[in-house]
């Protein structure tokens, strides 16, 4: 019903940067939210940042001031530009939109992408 997809990842050196894009597509009708998370080896899925339909925002404290959330509605596009890297960065970037569809109702949905590499060298 909702597709995420993904791009942008890579490998990068430390203190370098990546923009990571997210597009979503299918039986829209709000979005309410865009975000991503990230998952590193060993360790729980994480928050990275988060950006609503108002254009509100939130980041984990670990990348204020780094990471930069921008949202594209009338693309239904999420960007998470990613500055000043370090290799504790590196993990598998997840986009994740909570998402209205209309079917024969209007249903709220979680949607989560496939995900993307970023990996930090030193």
């Known amino acids: 019903q909702v597709q995420l997809v993904e791009s942008g990842g890579g490998l990068v050196q430390a203190g370098g940067s990546l923009r990571l894009s997210c597009a979503a597509s299918g039986s829209i009708f709000r979005i309410n939210s865009m975000g991503w998370y990230r998952q590193a080896p060993g360790k729980q899925r994480e928050l990275v940042a988060v950006?609503?339909?108002?254009?509100?925002?939130d980041y984990s404290d670990s990348v204020k001031g780094r990471f930069t959330i921008s949202g594209d509605n009338t693309k239904n596009t999420v960007y998470l530009q990613m500055n000043s890297l370090k290799p504790e960065d590196t993990a598998v970037y997840y986009c994740n939109a909570i998402v209205v569809v209309r079917l024969t109702t209007y249903r709220t949905l979680e949607a989560w992408g496939q995900g993307t590499l970023v990996t930090v060298s030193s």
């Open positions: 950006i609503t339909n108002d254009g509100s925002t």
